[in-house]
């Protein structure tokens, strides 16, 4: 089993930026590629960001191109989000989510999950 836990969330108001975190426990003596997913209240899950497992690949959702940015840090199955600019739309439940098949912008693809992490955007 892997565990994912994420931080960072908060409220900031339009313009704003925020950080989020995830980390990965448990079985992690493999890579896994790593997502972030949203939902707001009300809408399905969406595809936010991912990361292969090799660090070569990111992808994007086209709301969040140019504003998001999603890395791997030195700790082994650890992501950021790093947000800037935030819109009133981007508010949702933030979600961390971790495969190790294949980089995906499907919720479905992915096996693990963290438990989520609240992102407010004032406006």
């Known amino acids: 089993q892997v565990q994912l836990v994420e931080s960072g969330g908060g409220l900031v108001q339009a313009g704003g930026s925020l950080r989020l975190s995830c980390a990965a426990s448990g079985r992690t003596y493999i890579d896994y590629n790593m997502g972030w997913f949203r939902q707001a209240p009300g809408k399905e899950r969406e595809f936010v960001a991912a990361?292969?497992?090799?660090?070569?690949?990111?992808y994007y959702a086209d709301s969040v191109k140019g504003r998001f940015t999603i890395s791997r840090t030195s700790a082994k199955n650890t992501v950021v989000l790093q947000m800037n600019d935030l819109k009133p739309e981007d508010t949702a439940v933030y979600y961390c989510?971790?495969?190790?098949?294949?980089?995906?912008?499907?919720?479905?693809?992915?096996?693990?999950w963290g438990q989520g992490t609240q992102v407010t955007v004032s406006s």
């Open positions: 989510a971790a495969t190790p098949t294949r980089t995906s912008r499907v919720a479905n693809d992915y096996t693990y």
């Open positions: 990361a292969s497992r090799n660090r070569i690949y990111t």
